[in-house]
């Protein structure tokens, strides 16, 4: 009976001792389970995997080419023009010249519906001495990020909730360092969406005409010695016709002398 007694008196000591201090976290008992509940979901919902729908793709189309010109200040015009007509601007536009040899070196952005038509025109420019069209699939990024953003907008939600209801200055503390995370996530993923679309609607190609100069007198040369050389070899292939030509031509003048002198 001594030894049920003292047992008795231990308990009610205990939780005596232990009453204070459940006391001081009833006032947020009735937040805290909903502040745990929360912290899970946001873990499950950012890691879970999204799924993809085929009408959302995102294709980012992106290419190199150099194309040699006889005029390159003709060329480039016709480039300007080509880029206005199709929706399109620069990037970047930029001008070097090195001894005879000069270039145009721009980044151009078309909308990504009139790229390829784009490339294709600007081939009839002169020659393609290099062509490389890339395209990049984000679209599985851009359903996760657009899929991850919705679920931190719902969580921030709840947590200003939460924090409107908070009473205790370490839970608004706590809560109000989750808003400040949740915040700078969200601007980062509406950040990377933002420049995922941009390159998703306007593709990209770096453009460079070149010229050289000193060529261009060179390959006049040439085709000036090119035209005597047919017109030479022509001559030779119609031989006998010139042979019969040269003396028809020279009786007629024979003739026509001996009626003179007659």
């Known amino acids: 009976m001594k030894r049920m007694g003292f047992f008795a008196t231990l308990v009610v000591f205990c939780f005596c001792l232990c009453a204070p201090s459940c006391g001081s976290s009833e006032e947020y008992a009735d937040a805290a389970p909903e502040h745990a509940a929360i912290e899970e979901d946001v873990a499950v919902g950012i890691g879970a995997e999204s799924s993809v729908d ?6 980012v189309r992106s290419g190199n080419m150099t194309v040699e010109v006889d005029d390159l200040a003709a060329a480039k015009r016709m480039v300007d023009d080509l880029v206005g007509r199709y929706g399109g601007y620069y990037g970047e536009d930029g001008f070097s010249r090195y001894g005879n040899r000069a270039s145009h070196h721009m980044a151009v952005r078309v909308p990504e519906s009139r790229y390829l038509a784009f490339v294709d025109e600007l081939a009839g420019l002169g020659e393609v001495a290099y062509k490389s069209i890339e395209a990049a699939d ?8 657009s899929s991850r953003l919705a679920t931190k907008k719902s969580y921030l939600d709840r947590y200003r909730e939460l924090l409107s209801k908070a009473s205790s200055v370490k839970d608004i503390i706590e809560i109000e360092g989750q808003v400040r995370v949740l915040q700078e996530e969200i601007e980062s993923t509406e950040g990377r969406l933002r420049y995922l679309q941009d390159r998703v609607s306007m593709s990209t190609l770096d453009l460079s005409l070149t010229s ?14 090119r035209i005597f050389v047919d017109i030479f070899f022509g001559a030779i292939y119609i031989w006998p016709v010139l042979v019969i030509a040269g003396l028809v031509v020279w009786l007629v003048g024979r003739r026509k002398k001996r009626r003179a002198r007659g």
Not at 54 to 59: C, G, N, S, T
Not at 217 to 225: D, E, H, P, T
């Open 54 to 59: 085929p009408q959302l793709q995102k294709i």
């Open 138 to 145: 984000v679209t599985e990024e851009f359903v996760d990020l």
């Open 212 to 225: 050289n100069e000193g060529s261009r007198f060179v390959n006049s040369l040439r085709g000036g010695w």
